[in-house]
Structures are given as structure tokens and as C-alpha cells.
T-cell receptor, first 111, second 114 residues
Framework: DVKVTQSSRYLVKRTGEKVFLECVQDMDHENMFWYRQDPGLGLRLIYF???????EKGDIPEGYSVSREKKERFSLILESASTNQTSMYLCASRGSYNEQFFGPGTRLTVL | LAKTTQPISMDSYEGQEVNITCSHNNIATNDYITWYQQFPSQGPRFIIQGYKTKVTNEVASLFIPADRKSSTLSLPRVSLSDTAVYYCLVGDPILTGGGNKLTFGTGTQLKVEL
């Protein structure tokens, strides 16, 4: 089975802090994604990567950056966390038939 | 990317068959239709994918008419544990790079009661 893991299930940070969310997949997938999910808004794509060091902006990239130095790892970075970035963050990797395998999510609270 | 429309919520009872319909009027020739299930505090889980006619697996069936402008996810004999949000997506599974992303909408909240 494909396994996608995220570094934390719950995270509490203060406004202005730099926040790193890590995601690791074990199936050698080329494509990885970061989403945020908020009540009433569904999943919204922040960034995705289709190869090492390759990235593209999703629908809501403002306030975020990403890093993909190794194929199995895709990091989401909040350079200066703000309260409106309080959300559930979901990482996914893409399989051979375009199905996405999701991690358990990180619930981030910014105070 | 093809936009999808599905009901916001549905209610059912245990043992009933549930059909959730998704509209995707501007689906492209190479697009496939994919359904995901999401439980609270978990990431979405892939259920089923199809291109045309009917696809069935151990979890669900997917019915796609000839014009492919809609699709119906069918869950046989639901139980309480099927209470979840169900997302319908369309996209080309072959595209790589920038064309690869899928767009999740707000999904359909299915509530199953006794």
C-alpha cells in the first residue's frame, strides 16, 4: 500500500513564525501536492510538484512556498505564519492512474 | 479543467442504496471521472475511477452515460460507516506537469442513519 506521512498531526504556532510542514511518500511517485481544507471551501490546491526541484503554483499559493529536494519529500513552508493560515493541511502523491493518495493531514493553528 | 457540480448533502438509512450524481458538462475527451471519500479528520481516499459505461469494484459502482456529461456513484447497502464527504473530480490521467492537477470541489456530505 502507498503510504503518505506528514510530520505532525497537530501544530500550534505564533503569528510571524516560520513553519515547515513535511510530507513523505514511499512509492516513488513523481507528483506531489499540498492542499488546505477549510469548512465550506473544500480542498484548495496550494502548490504541486511534478519532479524534484520542479514546482507549480496551485490556486492559492500566496503566503506559501515549497521545497522538493528529494523525490520522496515535499515540504510546505509558511514564511511568516498568519492567523488566516489556520487550517487543515493535506499532502498527496499521485499514482499511475492519476489517483491521489493523501496523508493524514496536519491541523495547524496560528495564534 | 472540467468543473463539477454535485449536491451539497444527502441523507440515507442503513441498508439502502445511495446514488450520488455529479454533473461535468464540459468534460474533455481524455478526462476520466474519479470519486474520493473523506472521513472527518482524515485525508480523502480514492474510491473508483472510470471513463465510460460502468465500473464496479468492491466498494462502489460508477455509472457514466454515453455523453459523459454526468456520472453517478452508487453505494450498495450503506452502513453508518459510509457517512462521509464524497468528491467527484474529472481530469486527464495521462497529463504530466502543469496539466496534472485535479480540482476538488466542496463534495457531497452523505449522512447515514439507523
Amino acid at each position: 500500500d502507498v503510504k503518505v506521512t506528514q510530520s505532525s498531526r497537530y501544530l500550534v504556532k505564533r503569528t510571524g513564525e516560520k513553519v515547515f510542514l513535511e510530507c513523505v511518500q514511499d512509492m516513488d511517485h513523481e507528483n506531489m501536492f499540498w492542499y488546505r481544507q477549510d469548512p465550506g471551501l473544500g480542498l484548495r490546491l496550494i502548490y504541486f510538484s511534478y519532479d524534484v526541484k520542479m514546482k507549480e503554483k496551485g490556486d492559492i499559493p500566496e503566503g506559501y512556498s515549497v521545497s522538493r529536494e528529494k523525490k520522496e519529500r515535499f515540504s510546505l513552508i509558511l514564511e511568516s505564519a498568519s492567523t488566516n493560515q489556520t487550517s487543515m493541511y493535506l499532502c498527496a502523491s499521485r499514482g499511475s492512474y492519476n489517483e491521489q493518495f493523501f496523508g493524514p493531514g496536519t491541523r495547524l493553528t496560528v495564534l | 479543467l472540467a468543473k463539477t457540480t454535485q449536491p451539497i448533502s444527502m441523507d440515507s438509512y442503513e441498508g439502502q442504496e445511495v446514488n450520488i450524481t455529479c454533473s461535468h458538462n464540459n468534460i474533455a475527451t481524455n478526462d476520466y471521472i474519479t470519486w474520493y471519500q473523506q472521513f472527518p479528520s482524515q485525508g480523502p481516499r480514492f474510491i473508483i475511477q472510470g471513463y465510460k459505461t460502468k465500473v464496479t469494484n468492491e466498494v462502489a459502482s460508477l455509472f457514466i452515460p454515453a455523453d459523459r456529461k454526468s456520472s453517478t456513484l452508487s453505494l450498495p447497502r450503506v452502513s453508518l460507516s459510509d457517512t462521509a464527504v464524497y468528491y467527484c473530480l474529472v481530469g486527464d490521467p495521462i497529463l504530466t506537469g502543469g496539466g496534472n492537477k485535479l480540482t476538488f470541489g466542496t463534495g457531497t456530505q452523505l449522512k447515514v442513519e439507523l
